[in-house]
């Protein structure tokens, strides 16, 4: 397949990567320093985003606020290419994709793999493999549209669930919106209480419980707009109320620790 | 050195392999099939406690409620034995301390590393390796005592620093105990707002933000009881309120993830 990838980030750079044996890929950014760097990876690079159609793919890994401006200008030149996008929500291209033209394909893909580094420097073709990818089918996907975004995620190394765009977004502010806010807080209080240096005592758990709170802001703040959060950070300041009440009640705090599952 | 190592779990089977190149180790544990794990690692073993001494430094590495009763029954025979302990929370060894017979030698020793992994079959000799660990003064403390204490947590590849056991426990409530609470509450709560399988979308960040919420039950117990556990679920409830609160205000989002330490 000619798959172009749009934003050569951390994710874009990382498919670019994980692609390129099986398929003639190419990466476009408007950052030219990217470019660069993609190119120093072995990365062909094309200098406009015209030039990243034709294509049998593209995928669209700009930030989150450049996705549907980056798709509505693909969109009139997409001929038969599946545009596919990998935002970290999908309210806003789904209620583009309503809108596109009839002729237009349009399928999110979200890997649920990253890091708190970010840039083409971190890129990894192995960054996806053995990692869960919602596909997230739009009202301007057809069966060819989703084989695409299903067959590319599987060559990435990743395992498909397919939902809609409610769904995705709502299993978002579950797994990473709500992680992210708790790593926040976390790490603020965590810090404040110690009566030593973070790293004079910081191991492996405190690390890997706040490391979300590393998320670079541009990834953090629309996360924080995942729908739902006010609840489930609501229902979590309760689940925390409720341990904090069984402290020093053997019988109690068995049984919240009991509730845990693997 | 000869060093006995008593509690052949994860914690004192990983101490037992990171020291025996250097020192003459042997383990014990009163569960038979703990010894013949270790035999089989290639760790010497004692058959009874009493056989743990002499020797230059009996690490004490049962499960926190054994520790004390451990040190008791060490203690009249330790001669120039320095007695440490690794349990997680230093109160009662403090206060045994006060009251052990002026020539017993007690030191505290907390290595910041472990795993929710439990056991011999996942000891590592490397699991010490670059980690802080917390040397802690008791009331049978004296310079040679905290030296030994000192070599073997540098001979294990830590970074040590020195503190008191209330210190010490203010600490442990921070980075172990708070992280632990907030994983169990993070847990129930994103599996709850799931509105599919958790491992359909489950990424590195929801499973490293989760992962203290697997410590095995006789470990996330006692980490329970440290001092101070209360106010900081308290303050980490009201400073998830704050995020709560900021949220669709992105100016007050920004504010808050800007006060992130890296």
Not at 170 to 193: C, Q, T
């Amino acid at each position: 397949m000619r798959v172009r990838v749009v934003g050569l980030g951390l994710i874009g750079g990382s498919i670019a990567l994980g692609l390129r044996d099986r398929h003639d890929v190419a990466g476009y950014d408007r950052d030219e320093g990217a470019r660069a760097a993609a190119r120093a990876r072995g990365i062909a690079v094309v200098d406009t985003l015209d030039a990243a159609v034709p294509a049998d793919a593209v995928v669209v890994a700009t930030p989150l606020a450049a996705v549907v401006p980056t798709l509505r200008a693909l969109a009139p030149r997409a001929g038969d290419a599946v545009l596919l996008e990998v935002g970290s929500l999908k309210a806003d291209v789904a209620a583009f994709a309503e809108t596109a033209p009839a002729g237009v394909r349009i399928v999110g893909l979200h890997p649920m793999a990253g890091g708190t580094a970010s840039g083409m420097a971190a890129a990894d073709g192995a960054l996806f493999r053995g990692r869960p990818f919602l596909v997230v089918v739009t009202a301007r996907s057809d069966e060819r549209a989703m084989a695409v975004a299903g067959d590319l995620a599987r060559d990435l190394g990743g395992s498909v669930t397919v939902c809609s765009p409610s769904v995705h977004d709502r299993a978002i502010a579950a797994v990473s919106a709500l992680p992210l806010a708790s790593a926040v807080a976390l790490e603020a209080v965590a810090r404040a209480a110690l009566p030593m240096p973070f790293a004079s005592v910081a191991g492996t758990g405190i690390r890997d419980a706040t490391r979300l709170a590393g998320t670079p802001l541009e990834l953090a703040l629309p996360l924080l707009g995942a729908p739902g959060l006010r609840e489930h950070i609501a229902s979590l300041r309760e689940r925390l109320g409720e341990i904090e009440h069984a402290l020093g009640d053997e019988s109690a705090l068995r049984a919240i620790l009991s509730a845990r599952k693997d």
